[in-house]
Protein backbone atom coordinates (compact mmCIF):
# COMPACT_ATOMS: atom_id res chain seq x y z
CA UNK A 1 0.00 0.00 0.00
CA UNK A 2 1.45 3.61 -0.97
CA UNK A 3 2.42 5.58 1.65
CA UNK A 4 -0.21 8.45 2.94
CA UNK A 5 1.32 11.86 1.48
CA UNK A 6 3.37 13.95 4.14
CA UNK A 7 0.60 15.79 6.73
CA UNK A 8 -2.33 14.21 5.02
CA UNK A 9 -5.26 13.15 7.24
CA UNK A 10 -8.16 10.65 6.42
CA UNK A 11 -11.30 11.62 6.18
CA UNK A 12 -14.22 10.61 7.52
CA UNK A 13 -15.77 7.84 5.53
CA UNK A 14 -19.02 9.41 4.27
CA UNK A 15 -16.64 12.33 3.16
CA UNK A 16 -17.23 15.99 2.73
CA UNK A 17 -19.60 18.87 0.89
CA UNK A 18 -17.93 20.89 -0.83
CA UNK A 19 -18.51 23.57 1.19
CA UNK A 20 -15.54 22.19 3.27
CA UNK A 21 -13.11 21.00 0.65
CA UNK A 22 -9.69 22.96 1.66
CA UNK A 23 -5.93 22.21 0.46
CA UNK A 24 -4.55 18.97 1.02
CA UNK A 25 -1.96 17.12 -1.05
CA UNK A 26 -4.66 14.89 -1.44
CA UNK A 27 -8.00 15.86 -2.48
CA UNK A 28 -10.79 13.30 -4.36
CA UNK A 29 -13.89 14.86 -5.31
CA UNK A 30 -16.29 12.37 -6.66
CA UNK A 31 -19.65 11.95 -7.53
CA UNK A 32 -21.83 12.94 -10.65
CA UNK A 33 -22.67 16.23 -9.83
CA UNK A 34 -21.07 18.39 -11.86
CA UNK A 35 -21.97 22.07 -10.50
CA UNK A 36 -20.80 20.75 -6.95
CA UNK A 37 -17.95 18.95 -8.20
CA UNK A 38 -16.56 22.50 -9.84
CA UNK A 39 -17.48 24.47 -6.96
CA UNK A 40 -15.47 21.77 -4.12
CA UNK A 41 -12.52 22.58 -7.28
CA UNK A 42 -12.91 26.43 -7.36
CA UNK A 43 -13.09 26.40 -3.90
CA UNK A 44 -9.69 24.56 -3.13
CA UNK A 45 -7.87 26.73 -5.39
CA UNK A 46 -9.21 29.79 -4.42
CA UNK A 47 -8.30 28.96 -0.01
CA UNK A 48 -4.48 28.06 -2.03
CA UNK A 49 -4.37 31.14 -3.53
CA UNK A 50 -5.47 32.62 -0.49
CA UNK A 51 -2.46 31.53 1.67
CA UNK A 52 0.24 32.64 -1.44
CA UNK A 53 -1.20 34.15 -4.49
CA UNK A 54 1.96 33.32 -6.75
CA UNK A 55 0.80 29.08 -6.35
CA UNK A 56 0.89 27.38 -9.74
CA UNK A 57 -2.27 26.39 -10.77
CA UNK A 58 -2.05 23.46 -13.34
CA UNK A 59 -5.50 21.41 -14.68
CA UNK A 60 -5.23 18.31 -16.51
CA UNK A 61 -7.36 16.32 -19.05
CA UNK A 62 -7.33 12.84 -17.79
CA UNK A 63 -8.32 11.45 -21.10
CA UNK A 64 -5.97 13.62 -23.30
CA UNK A 65 -3.34 12.83 -20.68
CA UNK A 66 0.27 12.52 -22.02
CA UNK A 67 2.70 9.91 -19.89
CA UNK A 68 5.07 11.77 -17.46
CA UNK A 69 3.18 15.06 -17.61
CA UNK A 70 1.67 14.45 -14.00
CA UNK A 71 5.75 14.15 -12.37
CA UNK A 72 6.91 17.33 -14.39
CA UNK A 73 4.10 19.48 -13.05
CA UNK A 74 4.20 17.78 -9.35
CA UNK A 75 8.02 18.10 -9.45
CA UNK A 76 9.54 20.21 -6.92
CA UNK A 77 10.31 23.89 -8.22
CA UNK A 78 13.60 25.46 -8.22
CA UNK A 79 12.14 28.00 -5.08
CA UNK A 80 10.07 25.63 -4.14
CA UNK A 81 7.00 27.23 -5.00
CA UNK A 82 3.76 26.30 -4.26
CA UNK A 83 1.72 24.17 -6.58
CA UNK A 84 -2.03 22.75 -6.89
CA UNK A 85 -2.81 20.03 -9.92
CA UNK A 86 -6.22 19.70 -10.48
CA UNK A 87 -6.59 16.18 -12.63
CA UNK A 88 -10.27 16.17 -14.51
CA UNK A 89 -12.56 13.18 -15.49
CA UNK A 90 -10.74 10.86 -14.06
CA UNK A 91 -12.67 8.44 -15.11
CA UNK A 92 -11.46 9.11 -18.52
CA UNK A 93 -8.04 8.34 -17.71
CA UNK A 94 -5.63 6.30 -19.43
CA UNK A 95 -3.72 3.32 -18.32
CA UNK A 96 -0.90 5.72 -18.25
CA UNK A 97 -2.63 8.35 -16.50
CA UNK A 98 -2.87 5.37 -13.85
CA UNK A 99 0.05 4.48 -13.31
CA UNK A 100 1.70 7.80 -12.93
CA UNK A 101 -0.63 7.97 -10.30
CA UNK A 102 0.22 5.43 -8.55
CA UNK A 103 3.86 6.47 -8.47
CA UNK A 104 3.20 9.84 -7.49
CA UNK A 105 1.18 8.45 -4.47
CA UNK A 106 4.56 6.68 -3.23
CA UNK A 107 6.53 10.17 -3.75
CA UNK A 108 4.37 12.71 -3.73
CA UNK A 109 6.00 15.92 -4.18
CA UNK A 110 6.26 19.06 -1.14
CA UNK A 111 4.02 21.66 -1.06
CA UNK A 112 1.54 20.05 -4.16
CA UNK A 113 -2.28 20.30 -3.97
CA UNK A 114 -3.49 17.24 -6.31
CA UNK A 115 -6.80 17.47 -6.66
CA UNK A 116 -8.47 14.09 -8.51
CA UNK A 117 -12.22 14.86 -10.02
CA UNK A 118 -13.93 11.93 -10.52
CA UNK A 119 -17.42 11.67 -12.40
CA UNK A 120 -18.55 7.99 -10.96
CA UNK A 121 -18.20 4.50 -12.06
CA UNK A 122 -15.61 1.71 -12.10
CA UNK A 123 -12.79 2.84 -14.29
CA UNK A 124 -9.70 3.43 -11.97
CA UNK A 125 -11.22 1.58 -9.25
CA UNK A 126 -7.50 0.38 -8.25
CA UNK A 127 -6.43 3.99 -7.99
CA UNK A 128 -9.15 5.22 -6.55
CA UNK A 129 -8.32 2.82 -3.50
CA UNK A 130 -4.78 3.63 -3.47
CA UNK A 131 -5.97 7.09 -3.05
CA UNK A 132 -8.24 6.59 -0.55
CA UNK A 133 -5.73 4.54 1.19
CA UNK A 134 -2.90 7.26 1.52
CA UNK A 135 -5.44 9.29 3.23
CA UNK A 136 -6.67 11.43 0.95
CA UNK A 137 -9.69 14.26 1.58
CA UNK A 138 -13.06 12.68 0.19
CA UNK A 139 -15.33 15.44 -0.93
CA UNK A 140 -18.82 13.98 -2.22
CA UNK A 141 -20.62 15.70 -5.15
CA UNK A 142 -24.14 13.25 -5.59
CA UNK A 143 -26.62 14.26 -7.73
CA UNK A 144 -28.89 16.52 -5.75
CA UNK A 145 -32.51 14.76 -6.71
CA UNK A 146 -34.76 15.07 -3.76
CA UNK A 147 -36.96 18.62 -3.51
CA UNK A 148 -36.21 18.78 -0.01
CA UNK A 149 -32.61 18.87 -1.18
CA UNK A 150 -33.21 21.07 -3.64
CA UNK A 151 -35.06 23.50 -1.21
CA UNK A 152 -31.68 23.31 1.04
CA UNK A 153 -29.82 24.10 -2.24
CA UNK A 154 -31.78 27.50 -2.92
CA UNK A 155 -32.07 28.03 0.39
CA UNK A 156 -27.79 27.88 1.21
CA UNK A 157 -27.20 30.03 -2.00
CA UNK A 158 -29.47 32.91 -0.81
CA UNK A 159 -27.98 32.45 2.50
CA UNK A 160 -24.17 32.94 0.75
CA UNK A 161 -25.09 35.84 -1.22
CA UNK A 162 -26.76 37.38 1.87
CA UNK A 163 -30.11 37.14 1.07
CA UNK A 164 -33.12 36.35 2.65
CA UNK A 165 -35.87 34.55 0.75
CA UNK A 166 -39.79 34.03 1.54
CA UNK A 167 -40.50 30.28 1.69
CA UNK A 168 -42.69 30.58 -1.46
CA UNK A 169 -40.14 32.05 -3.18
CA UNK A 170 -37.80 28.82 -2.54
CA UNK A 171 -40.58 27.12 -3.84
CA UNK A 172 -41.14 28.60 -6.80
CA UNK A 173 -37.26 28.73 -8.31
CA UNK A 174 -37.56 25.20 -7.16
CA UNK A 175 -40.46 24.54 -9.29
CA UNK A 176 -39.19 26.56 -12.11
CA UNK A 177 -35.95 25.70 -12.38
CA UNK A 178 -35.63 22.28 -10.08
CA UNK A 179 -34.67 19.82 -12.96
CA UNK A 180 -31.40 21.45 -13.15
CA UNK A 181 -28.69 21.93 -10.39
CA UNK A 182 -27.03 24.11 -13.03
CA UNK A 183 -29.77 26.02 -14.41
CA UNK A 184 -31.33 26.34 -10.46
CA UNK A 185 -28.14 28.14 -9.40
CA UNK A 186 -28.27 30.07 -12.41
CA UNK A 187 -31.55 30.78 -11.02
CA UNK A 188 -30.91 31.98 -7.83
CA UNK A 189 -27.27 34.10 -9.32
CA UNK A 190 -29.66 36.35 -11.14
CA UNK A 191 -32.27 37.14 -8.67
CA UNK A 192 -29.44 38.13 -6.34
CA UNK A 193 -28.07 40.19 -8.99
CA UNK A 194 -30.95 41.82 -10.32
CA UNK A 195 -32.83 42.49 -6.94
CA UNK A 196 -32.54 43.97 -3.53
CA UNK A 197 -33.88 42.99 -0.24
CA UNK A 198 -35.64 39.94 0.61
CA UNK A 199 -36.79 37.36 -2.52
CA UNK A 200 -40.25 37.25 -2.39
CA UNK A 201 -42.60 34.85 -4.69
CA UNK A 202 -43.40 38.45 -6.42
CA UNK A 203 -39.71 38.65 -7.55
CA UNK A 204 -39.83 34.99 -8.58
CA UNK A 205 -42.81 35.42 -10.39
CA UNK A 206 -40.91 38.40 -12.28
CA UNK A 207 -38.53 36.59 -13.80
CA UNK A 208 -39.55 33.34 -14.21
CA UNK A 209 -43.55 33.48 -13.69
CA UNK A 210 -44.45 32.01 -17.28
CA UNK A 211 -42.46 28.58 -16.06
CA UNK A 212 -44.16 28.49 -12.31
CA UNK A 213 -47.70 29.42 -13.63
CA UNK A 214 -47.63 26.95 -16.54
CA UNK A 215 -45.37 24.25 -15.88
CA UNK A 216 -46.82 20.55 -15.35
CA UNK A 217 -46.29 21.45 -12.13
CA UNK A 218 -49.08 24.23 -11.76
CA UNK A 219 -50.96 21.44 -14.57
CA UNK A 220 -50.34 18.70 -11.85
CA UNK A 221 -51.86 21.05 -8.42
CA UNK A 222 -55.01 21.93 -10.54
CA UNK A 223 -55.73 18.57 -11.62
CA UNK A 224 -55.55 17.06 -8.10
CA UNK A 225 -57.31 19.96 -6.51
CA UNK A 226 -60.16 18.94 -9.11
CA UNK A 227 -60.04 21.87 -10.68
CA UNK A 228 -60.31 20.34 -14.43
CA UNK A 229 -61.36 23.79 -16.21
CA UNK A 230 -57.76 25.83 -14.92
CA UNK A 231 -55.64 22.32 -15.36
CA UNK A 232 -57.03 22.03 -18.75
CA UNK A 233 -56.15 25.58 -19.24
CA UNK A 234 -52.65 26.06 -17.79
CA UNK A 235 -52.05 22.39 -19.81
CA UNK A 236 -53.06 24.19 -23.31
CA UNK A 237 -50.62 27.14 -22.43
CA UNK A 238 -48.15 24.89 -21.49
CA UNK A 239 -48.23 22.96 -24.49
CA UNK A 240 -48.62 26.24 -26.60
CA UNK A 241 -45.74 27.59 -24.79
CA UNK A 242 -43.58 24.83 -26.13
CA UNK A 243 -43.46 22.54 -23.03
CA UNK A 244 -43.33 18.87 -23.93
CA UNK A 245 -46.04 15.90 -23.08
CA UNK A 246 -43.85 13.77 -21.50
CA UNK A 247 -42.69 16.24 -18.66
CA UNK A 248 -46.17 17.15 -18.02
CA UNK A 249 -47.35 13.84 -17.62
CA UNK A 250 -44.13 13.35 -14.97
CA UNK A 251 -45.19 15.69 -13.27
CA UNK A 252 -48.55 14.28 -12.84
CA UNK A 253 -47.12 11.43 -11.85
CA UNK A 254 -44.98 13.36 -9.26
CA UNK A 255 -47.46 15.06 -7.72
CA UNK A 256 -49.90 11.74 -7.30
CA UNK A 257 -46.65 9.76 -5.97
CA UNK A 258 -46.48 12.07 -3.49
CA UNK A 259 -49.92 12.02 -2.48
CA UNK A 260 -49.66 8.07 -2.04
CA UNK A 261 -46.27 8.73 0.29
CA UNK A 262 -48.47 10.82 2.66
CA UNK A 263 -50.96 8.87 2.66
CA UNK A 264 -49.32 5.51 3.09
CA UNK A 265 -46.80 7.38 5.38
CA UNK A 266 -50.10 8.84 7.96
CA UNK A 267 -51.43 4.83 7.85
CA UNK A 268 -47.95 3.26 8.74
CA UNK A 269 -46.77 6.39 11.55
CA UNK A 270 -44.06 7.13 9.63
CA UNK A 271 -42.99 11.13 9.28
CA UNK A 272 -42.66 11.74 5.35
CA UNK A 273 -40.04 14.72 5.84
CA UNK A 274 -37.83 12.33 7.52
CA UNK A 275 -38.64 8.80 6.55
CA UNK A 276 -39.27 9.59 2.64
CA UNK A 277 -37.13 12.52 2.01
CA UNK A 278 -40.12 15.10 1.56
CA UNK A 279 -39.82 19.01 2.22
CA UNK A 280 -41.91 20.23 5.02
CA UNK A 281 -43.93 22.08 2.67
CA UNK A 282 -44.42 19.45 0.13
CA UNK A 283 -45.87 17.59 3.49
CA UNK A 284 -48.13 20.41 4.50
CA UNK A 285 -49.35 20.85 1.17
CA UNK A 286 -50.13 17.60 0.55
CA UNK A 287 -52.14 16.37 3.79
CA UNK A 288 -54.03 19.46 2.29
CA UNK A 289 -54.52 18.63 -0.85
CA UNK A 290 -55.29 14.64 0.71
CA UNK A 291 -58.88 15.69 2.32
CA UNK A 292 -60.30 15.32 -1.14
CA UNK A 293 -59.05 12.13 -2.17
CA UNK A 294 -60.07 8.51 -1.12
CA UNK A 295 -57.93 5.38 -1.91
CA UNK A 296 -59.91 4.20 -4.86
CA UNK A 297 -59.77 7.80 -6.44
CA UNK A 298 -55.83 8.10 -5.91
CA UNK A 299 -55.41 4.46 -7.62
CA UNK A 300 -57.66 5.74 -10.36
CA UNK A 301 -55.55 8.86 -11.24
CA UNK A 302 -52.20 6.93 -10.83
CA UNK A 303 -53.56 4.09 -13.37
CA UNK A 304 -54.49 7.39 -15.67
CA UNK A 305 -51.63 8.58 -15.42
CA UNK A 306 -49.60 5.44 -16.22
CA UNK A 307 -51.84 4.89 -19.30
CA UNK A 308 -50.88 8.53 -20.48
CA UNK A 309 -47.04 8.41 -19.44
CA UNK A 310 -47.37 4.95 -22.55
CA UNK A 311 -49.03 7.00 -24.63
CA UNK A 312 -46.85 10.14 -24.99
CA UNK A 313 -43.29 8.03 -25.15
CA UNK A 314 -44.84 5.97 -28.35
CA UNK A 315 -47.94 4.14 -27.37
CA UNK A 316 -50.68 6.57 -28.38
CA UNK A 317 -51.34 8.72 -31.94
CA UNK A 318 -51.79 11.62 -29.82
CA UNK A 319 -49.55 13.05 -26.98
CA UNK A 320 -51.32 16.02 -26.11
CA UNK A 321 -54.80 14.30 -26.25
CA UNK A 322 -53.80 11.56 -23.92
CA UNK A 323 -52.18 14.18 -21.19
CA UNK A 324 -55.37 16.42 -21.38
CA UNK A 325 -57.10 13.06 -20.50
CA UNK A 326 -55.43 12.09 -18.36
CA UNK A 327 -55.66 15.29 -16.72
CA UNK A 328 -59.81 15.63 -16.74
CA UNK A 329 -59.73 11.62 -15.31
CA UNK A 330 -57.13 13.13 -12.18
CA UNK A 331 -59.84 16.06 -11.63
CA UNK A 332 -62.40 13.74 -11.68
CA UNK A 333 -61.05 11.32 -9.27
CA UNK A 334 -60.88 14.01 -6.01
CA UNK A 335 -64.02 13.37 -4.04
Known sequence: MPPAPRAASPSPSPGISWEEAEPAPLVLVTGAETVLAERAVDRVVALAREADADVEVTRLDAAAYEPGRLRVVASPSLFAERRV?????????????????????EDPGADVVLVLVHGGGQRGKKVLDAVRA???????????????????FVTAELRRARRRAEPAAVRALVEACGNDLRELASACQQVVADTTGVVTADVVARYYGGRVEATGFRVADAAVEGRSGDAVALLRHAVATGTDPVPL??????????LAKVAAARGRGLDPARDLGLAPWQVDKARRELRGWTPEGLASAISAVARADAEVKGAGRDPVFAVERAVLVVAAARG
Do not use: I, M, N
Not at 92 to 103: A, I, K, P, R
Not at 136 to 149: I, M, N, Q, S, Y
Open 85 to 105: VVLEDLQSGTEELFSDLLGHL
Open 134 to 152: AGAVLVRCEPVKRDADKVA
Open 249 to 258: VAALAAKLRT
